[in-house]
T-cell receptor
Framework: AQSVAQPEDQVNVAEGNPLTVKCTYSVSGNPYLFWYVQYPNRGLQFLLK??????LVKGSYGFEAEFNKSQTSFHLKKPSALVSDSALYFC??????????FGAGTRLTVKP | GAGVSQSPRYKVAKRGQDVALRCDPISGHVSLFWYQQALGQGPEFLTY????????KSGLPSDRFFAERPEGSVSTLKIQRTQQEDSAVYLC????????????FGPGTRLTVT
């Protein structure tokens, strides 16, 4: 069955430093990969997606992610973290936009 | 434009009661999804509609869960004879069409079964 793993429950970075939130997927075939962010008491917000093409995708709020087929990874990155980036981040995978599988989430804390 | 809305935002039900959760998707979005998010976990897929057709209900945890979208717009998730393990946030999402399009999520309904 398709699934994603987010190996880190918590990531802490200092403001201004680069951040990485890790995601690996376990599927066969060609996955569609997504990153969402969840702020307290709010719904999930779409950040970016990889469907096909360039392995480096850019999304909202300066985030980007790199699709690595050989490592089955789709890590989320940002060159310079902001305190306002502190939130819960979810990686998700699907084939057909029907049965989307989410990771357990990674809580990012950016300290001033 | 308006996003996905859900009501109520919070629901407390006594064990054994029936509840109905409503989702208003973004206007024109063909696909509608329901997810269950337990505390500290990622969303778990429940069911999916394309217009009024329920194409996948493989994630519904039991026959106490029922979802409908009779006119291809608003959807209702109904839980009969609620149990404590049903306590979770129920998320609704919509997307433009099938395929590789991102889903837009509502704020969720937090259900607490006492």
């Amino acid at each position: 069955a398709q699934s994603v793993a987010q190996p880190e429950d918590q990531v802490n970075v200092a403001e201004g430093n680069p951040l990485t939130v890790k995601c690996t997927y376990s599927v066969s075939g060609n996955p569609y990969l997504f990153w969402y962010v969840q702020y307290p008491n709010r719904g999930l917000q779409f950040l970016l997606k990889y469907i096909t093409g360039d392995n480096l995708v850019k999304g909202s709020y300066g985030f980007e992610a790199e699709f690595n087929k050989s490592q089955t990874s789709f890590h989320l990155k940002k060159p310079s973290a902001l305190v306002s980036d502190s939130a819960l981040y979810f990686c998700a995978v699907t084939y057909n936009n029907n049965d989307m599988r989410f990771g357990a989430g990674t809580r990012l804390t950016v300290k001033p | 434009g308006a996003g996905v809305s859900q009501s109520p935002r919070y629901k407390v039900a006594k064990r054994g009661q029936d509840v109905a959760l409503r989702c208003d998707p973004i206007s024109g979005h063909v696909s509608l999804f329901w997810y269950q998010q337990a505390l500290g976990q990622g969303p778990e897929f429940l069911t999916y509609f394309q217009n009024e057709a329920q194409l996948d209900k493989s994630g519904l945890p039991s026959d106490r869960f029922f979802a409908e979208r009779p006119e291809g717009s608003v959807s209702t998730l109904k839980i009969q004879r609620t149990q404590q393990e049903d306590s979770a946030v129920y998320l609704c999402a919509s997307s433009l069409v099938m395929g590789s399009y991102e889903q837009y999520f509502g704020p969720g309904t937090r259900l607490t079964v006492t």
